[in-house]
């Protein structure tokens, strides 16, 4: 098993920042990506970014260029530093956790909500 805690959302006004962190406990030593997905209301749940153990990294085409994913591998946690925020970014954002060669080995965390005001 593997928990995950995220925090560090909130209201910030559009074009403001934010950092959301999500720590991982128990069985960690199978997981080798770990990542940030967003659901909007009434919309699917969808990727934002995603980081390896190897720190390899991925982005949507929307978040590129105004948000990173960054790791502590010592404090089995990651990170999501979101700048220059845009009203179309509010969501329930959900870290995820995972081993790339199972597609049944993955955990998520409980959520955490970013509302951005115009």
């Known amino acids: 098993q593997v928990q995950l805690v995220e925090s560090g959302g909130g209201l910030v006004q559009a074009g403001g920042s934010l950092r959301l962190s999500c720590a991982a406990s128990?069985?960690?030593?199978?997981?080798?990506?770990m990542g940030w997905y967003r659901q909007a209301p009434g919309k699917q749940r969808e990727l934002v970014a995603t980081i390896t153990t190897g720190s390899s990294t991925n982005y949507s085409d929307s978040v590129k260029g105004r948000f990173t994913i960054s790791r502590d591998n010592a404090k089995n946690t990651i990170y999501l530093q979101m700048n220059s925020l845009k009203p179309e970014d509010t969501a329930v954002y959900y870290c995820?956790?995972?081993?790339?060669?199972?597609?049944?080995?993955?955990?998520w965390g409980q959520g955490t909500q970013v509302t951005v005001s115009s």
């Open positions: 995820r956790a995972e081993n790339i060669y199972s597609v049944s080995y993955y955990y």
């Open positions: 128990g069985s960690i030593f199978q997981i080798n990506r």
